[in-house]
């Protein structure tokens, strides 16, 4: 008889055993499937920007062809990297990384400022200011873009770094992001600098700062794909190629009567570096942030 119920519960636990792994084999399968339609586009553009023959991308668009390419060159990056001239987007990129390194540096600091302050600052209606600052997130950005091309137009600012700069440098996401940060911070912390006699921007500066290392990465990463894929503001600001954008510049290949598929392909490639590099370089952080989010609720 007992040997009868071990039998019954190995077959039982074989039994579960075998549905575990078949679950495990959709599992994989629904990720690899996933993956590859994520992939399979960034795949196509970088070997399209390896091909010479604009015809030719276009005549492999639609099979598998377009995922392999036979002679790969790098004469469409020599073509589009240029600092001068019709094809300029060299130029191009190194003002979309001025605009970059410029807004998210000076984000960093100014939201970090008044998420500590709004944390624990002394300021008088702290929870009404934040609550202000929340309400304002919910405004779309393209209803007040109209005021603000007036305004920087009255200013002189058009046409210049500083106008695709200064109007994003401070936003109430960013803000509330480093406010939610801050706040889950141990109170004794602040006390002991205290006593120890640090000023507020002493203990910003000294302790808090250097214990955000995730929110940093974190609010990196967001407000660098922001700027860098910014397209209706910089439109509307820039007249010349001084300090027009990237994201602007490969949209011109596009108003042409013949597209030249090559040049855009690479051009689109170089656009993707930067934001890709930006990412890998915060990624731990920036995991681990989004992790702490979730454990925490």
């Known amino acids: 008889m007992s040997d009868l119920v071990l039998s019954a519960t190995q077959m039982e636990v074989k ?23 994520i992939i399979s586009p960034l795949f196509m553009l970088l070997v399209a920007s390896l091909k010479d023959d604009r015809f030719q991308i276009l005549a492999d668009m639609g099979s598998f062809r377009a995922f392999w390419v036979s002679n790969p060159t790098l004469s469409n990056f020599a073509e589009v990297g240029n600092l001068s001239g019709e094809l300029a987007y060299g130029r191009y990129l190194l003002n979309s990384l001025i605009i970059l390194a410029a807004t998210v540096g000076a984000g960093l ?52 770094f500083a106008v695709q700069i200064i109007p994003w440098v401070a936003s109430p996401l960013y803000i509330f992001l480093f406010y939610q940060f801050f706040a889950q911070l141990p109170k004794e912390l602040f006390e002991a600098a205290e006593m120890d006699g640090a000023s507020v921007f002493r203990i910003y500066r000294s302790i808090f700062l250097p214990l955000s290392l995730p929110a940093l990465a974190t609010v990196s990463i967001l407000m660098g794909i922001e700027a860098w894929n910014q397209y209706l503001w910089p439109i509307l600001v820039t007249q010349t190629d001084y300090a ?31 934001i890709l590099a930006l990412y890998l370089a915060f990624q731990r952080w920036f995991v681990s942030s989004f992790v702490g989010s979730a454990v925490k609720g």
């Open 15 to 37: 039994r579960e055993r075998s549905a575990i792994g078949s679950l495990r084999l959709v599992q994989t399968a629904c990720i690899l499937v996933i993956a590859l339609v």
């Open 109 to 160: 600091i100014v939201n970090s400022m008044a998420g500590f302050v709004l944390a624990w600052g002394s300021l008088r209606g702290r929870a009404l200011i934040l609550s202000l600052v929340i309400a304002l997130y919910v405004i779309p950005q393209e209803s007040i873009i109209m005021p603000l091309v007036i305004m920087v137009s009255r200013a002189g600012m058009t046409d210049t």
């Open 244 to 274: 027009r954008p990237i994201a602007v510049a490969i949209a011109t290949f596009f108003g042409q009567d013949s597209i030249y598929w090559d040049r855009a392909m690479a051009a689109s490639v170089l656009m993707m570096l930067p």
